[in-house]
């Protein structure tokens, strides 16, 4: 299938709702891009609002203050502040599900209307949960041992991390 503005071949297939009434529309990735990036008036009028009914669903207070200084909290873990998890729309390890449990408890409700996982589990990825957690720790302290010229710190981290690595790599093979 082609794309319906040019001649590229048809990746992208959106289904959009207009007066209620479903309009499909097939298009190259460009074009894609194209039709889903707001113009800068768009993105003027639905940031806000979109930020409004993440705090909603986040349970944070409607006030751009809140927002912001829930934006700042890191996890101690892995680093990732929550700024970089509602931009990215992914957490960066396991710890911090516990670390923003606070904030995720509502938004986890409305998506699954529950907060415990019920159903299947990867068999091969569970026990390894800490290793990989672990893992994600050292190597933030490794980047702040190298940003803060800590060389001797950063290549004990290092080996730490090749250790734990290669002890990994024997458990599961």
């Given amino acids: 299938m082609k794309c319906q503005r040019c001649e590229r071949p048809a990746t992208f297939h959106i289904t959009d709702l207009v007066d209620g009434d479903p309009s499909e529309l097939h298009l190259c990735e460009e074009c ?3 039709y889903l990036t707001p113009t800068e008036e768009e993105a003027a009028e639905v940031m806000p609002a979109m930020a409004g009914l993440l705090a909603q669903h986040l349970a944070v207070g409607e006030s751009a203050d809140d927002l912001a200084r829930l934006d700042q909290r ?3 873990v892995c680093g990732i502040t929550f700024l970089e998890f509602r931009k990215q729309g992914r957490l960066g390890c396991p710890h911090d599900y516990v670390f923003f449990a606070e904030e995720l408890e509502p938004l ?3 998506i699954h209307d529950d907060t ?7 068999k091969r990825g569970a026990a390894g949960a800490d290793q990989q957690t672990q ?9 702040e ?3 803060t010229e ?4 950063a290549s004990e981290l290092r080996d730490e991390i090749h250790r734990i690595e290669e002890q990994f790599r024997k ?3």
């Fill in 32 to 34: 894609a891009q194209t």
């Fill in 74 to 76: 890191s996890c101690p």
């Fill in 108 to 110: 986890l409700m409305n």
């Fill in 116 to 122: 415990q996982h019920i159903g299947k589990s990867p």
């Fill in 135 to 143: 893992l994600i720790r050292l190597r933030r302290e490794m980047k």
């Fill in 145 to 147: 041992a190298v940003a």
């Fill in 150 to 153: 800590a060389y001797e710190r």
């Fill in 171 to 173: 458990d599961n093979a």
